[in-house]
């Protein structure tokens, strides 16, 4: 099973993407999570990526392609994946059809969660992630356990550093220029299927009339 989930800067693709995780047993693929990981641990990949990350712009394509070609070469993906921020331009989707095409694999669903551009800059203010294992919270939609701490390895929730005023507007100017046009691109190839992104339980549901238990 191969899911690319679509969205907006703070639609909840991570969110969703916990949730299938769990229901099918497939890694989370996340090229934001990658470039934060790869920033923590001072590669150069990582300085590189947040140059353009700080500041709410594209990492370049060649760069981001190369990074998923790798993390598709390793061995865990056989069952399937779920792609969470990528691809985000018609080049980098171009691209993924290439590398797809190598290992004979076929898309099986392509989710774009449509959450209202209103809510997103409430979504994204209100988020708090794990500073060690990166898990997601929301200071009203999705609070931790314990105020501050991660329910899952008890380490301090923090803001993300790309989620000020001005770097969210600018992610969400990029999504309407660039990202958006993923949209028609997979409904023409009969692959495209919507969720209203208003609540995770909500979300949750829809995604799994589309995809099955
Ligand atoms: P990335 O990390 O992918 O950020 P993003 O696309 O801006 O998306 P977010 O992670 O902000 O939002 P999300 O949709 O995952 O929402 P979440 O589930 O957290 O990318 C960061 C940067 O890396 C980019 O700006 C770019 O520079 C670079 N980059 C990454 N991929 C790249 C690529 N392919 N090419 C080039 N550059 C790339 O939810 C948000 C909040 O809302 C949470 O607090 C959550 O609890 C809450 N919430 C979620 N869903 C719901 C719901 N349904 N109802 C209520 N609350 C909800
Ligand atoms: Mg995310």
């Given at each position: 099973?191969?899911?690319?989930?679509?969205?907006a800067p703070?639609?909840?693709k991570g969110s969703q993407a916990e949730l299938l995780v769990k229901r099918y047993n497939i890694p989370h693929i996340s090229t934001g999570d990658i470039f934060r990981d790869n920033f923590?641990?001072?590669?150069?990949?990582?300085?590189?990526?947040?140059?353009y990350i700080d500041k709410g712009q594209l990492v370049p394509d060649s760069l981001t392609n190369d990074i998923v070609r790798e993390r598709l070469s390793a061995k865990d993906v056989s069952n399937g994946f779920i792609l969470d921020g990528y691809p985000r331009n018609i080049n980098q989707a171009e691209a993924l059809d290439k590398i797809?095409?190598?290992?004979?694999?076929?898309?099986?669903?392509?989710?774009?969660?449509a959450t209202p551009?209103?809510?997103?800059?409430?979504?994204?203010s209100g988020r708090r992630v794990c500073s060690n294992c990166g898990a997601v919270y929301h200071i009203e939609n999705k609070k931790t356990k314990h105020e501050g701490i991660c329910d899952i390895c008890f380490n301090p929730v923090v803001q993300r550093?790309?989620?000020?005023?001005?770097?969210?507007?600018?992610?969400?100017?990029?999504?309407e220029e660039q990202t958006k046009d993923l949209i028609d691109y997979y409904n023409e190839k009969g692959l495209l299927s919507n969720v209203s992104g208003i609540?995770?339980?909500?979300?949750?549901?829809?995604?799994?009339?589309?995809l099955g238990e």
């Open positions: 099973m191969i899911i690319i989930l679509l969205g703070g639609a909840g923590k641990n001072e590669t150069p990949i990582g300085k590189l990526a947040k140059e797809l095409k190598r290992f004979g694999w076929e898309i099986t669903r392509v989710i774009n969660i551009l209103d809510l997103l800059v409430k979504r994204i550093e790309d989620d000020n005023e001005q770097t969210v507007l600018t992610r969400i100017k990029i999504y609540t995770i339980p909500q979300t949750d549901k829809e995604v799994v009339e589309i």
